[in-house]
């Protein structure tokens, strides 16, 4: 069964760091883009980061640009997200995603998911 399986999340004070990671349990996914999504409780799952099948073009939304940083390991078929200067705005729980296309920005565009990570920013 194919898995993404995501790590890293935890409780952190304003301005702290965490890196999350993403493991795929099949080698194909190195393939795929691959993304991290948020959701908070009441609001729609957004976009945060996703990066190319290579990792030569990635994507950030304007609310993480300079202080989120993704990156992939295709060898380890793992996509990690470098999180700096966390605010408490970005407490969610945040899901890895796979996309065999290369329309990355919607969760629409991705086949598969992970069952999320708690990210929790105090003040």
């Known amino acids: 069964q194919v898995q993404l399986v995501e790590s890293g999340g935890g409780l952190v004070q304003v301005g702290g760091s965490l890196r999350l990671s993403c493991a795929a349990s099949e080698r194909t996914f190195s393939n795929y883009a691959k993304g991290w999504f948020r959701q908070a409780p009441g609001k729609e799952r957004e976009f945060v980061a996703a990066?190319?099948?290579?990792?030569?073009?990635?994507y950030y939304a304007d609310s993480v640009k300079g202080r989120f940083t993704i990156s992939r390991d295709n060898a380890k078929n793992t996509v990690d997200l470098q999180m700096n200067s966390l605010k408490p705005e970005d407490t969610a729980v945040y899901y890895c995603?796979?996309?065999?296309?290369?329309?990355?920005?919607?969760?629409?565009?991705?086949?598969?998911w992970g069952q999320g990570t708690q990210v929790t920013v105090s003040s």
């Open positions: 990066i190319s099948w290579t990792g030569g073009r990635t």
């Open positions: 995603a796979a996309s065999i296309s290369d329309d990355v920005l919607r969760p629409d565009d991705y086949d598969y």
